[in-house]
């Protein structure tokens, strides 16, 4: 009598319970619904990256007619991100499909979403950012690798990694250009002895990868995993911030 309206799903019972498998190859989120007789209930569920993770944003469709831009459109992020939409949105930018900073709800102006799994630790992850604006004002973006805030703003002019300000809190002066594309690599690394050294570096994107990183910070009490996300902020909603080619890789 239980029937689950997903044909991707296998179910299997055990003294356990019941353990639920899946078919599909690709990330995904979906809601899974049981009925029982009368009896209907629902559970939402999502399939995530492992380890690695490659986007660059130019297979989603751009189906959604956009009402401030008559004749253009835009795509939803993938489903599986936690916190995506209504935050973020993809649109077409120089020539390709990126990532956008929503700005037409004020509530959202500094939001983070997460994209993978909970459990990762030592990887490295990788974006492309540019902001709109001007000299005086300017948003920001960066990661979430491993519970660390990675950020390059342009307004305060600087790359910071921290967490918890009071416990980890660093900066450094990097002067961002509006219109500019910039590359934001970073990395957490574990040791033996449970510290953490979070690494950062940050180069327009036109250019050559430099060889040292543009901070890095040790923490003697590292966080240990935590799932990867990505972090925008546009002040007083008035200039949105991109994000293209993103990625996660192991360290090894």
């Keep these: 009598g239980l029937k689950w309206k997903d044909n991707a799903l296998n179910l299997d019972y055990s003294d356990d319970g019941l353990r639920i498998s899946t078919q599909r190859s690709k990330p995904g989120a979906s809601v899974l619904v049981a009925q029982l007789g009368e009896l209907t209930g629902s559970v939402r569920f999502r399939i995530v990256y492992p380890h690695t993770m490659v986007e660059n944003f130019d297979n989603i469709p751009l189906t959604i007619p956009d009402k401030d831009n008559p004749g253009s459109k835009w795509g939803k992020p993938p489903s599986f991100w936690m916190g995506g939409f209504p935050k973020w949105d993809v649109r077409e930018k120089d020539g390709s499909q990126v990532l956008s900073k929503t700005i037409s709800n004020p509530l959202f102006q500094r939001t983070m979403g997460f994209f993978g799994d909970p459990d990762q630790s030592n990887y490295t992850m990788q974006i492309d950012v540019m902001t709109d604006g001007n000299?005086?004002?300017?948003?920001?973006?960066?990661?979430?690798?491993?519970?660390?805030l990675i950020v390059l703003d342009g307004n305060r002019r600087n790359l910071t990694i921290s967490s918890n300000v009071e416990r980890v809190k660093q900066s450094v002066p990097f002067?961002?250009?509006?219109?500019t594309w910039y590359t934001l690599k970073t990395r957490v690394d574990l040791d033996d002895n449970g510290a953490a050294t979070i690494r950062a570096k940050v180069w327009p994107r036109d250019e050559a990868e430099p060889e040292a990183w543009t901070a890095q910070v040790t923490h003697d009490h590292g966080h240990t995993h935590g799932a990867p996300g990505i972090y925008g902020f546009v002040p007083q909603a008035r200039f949105r911030v991109y994000v293209d080619n993103l990625s996660i890789t192991p360290n090894n």
């Design 135 to 148: 000299r005086r004002i300017m948003s920001a973006a960066g990661v979430v690798n491993q519970r660390y």
């Design 175 to 179: 002067r961002m250009k509006s219109g």
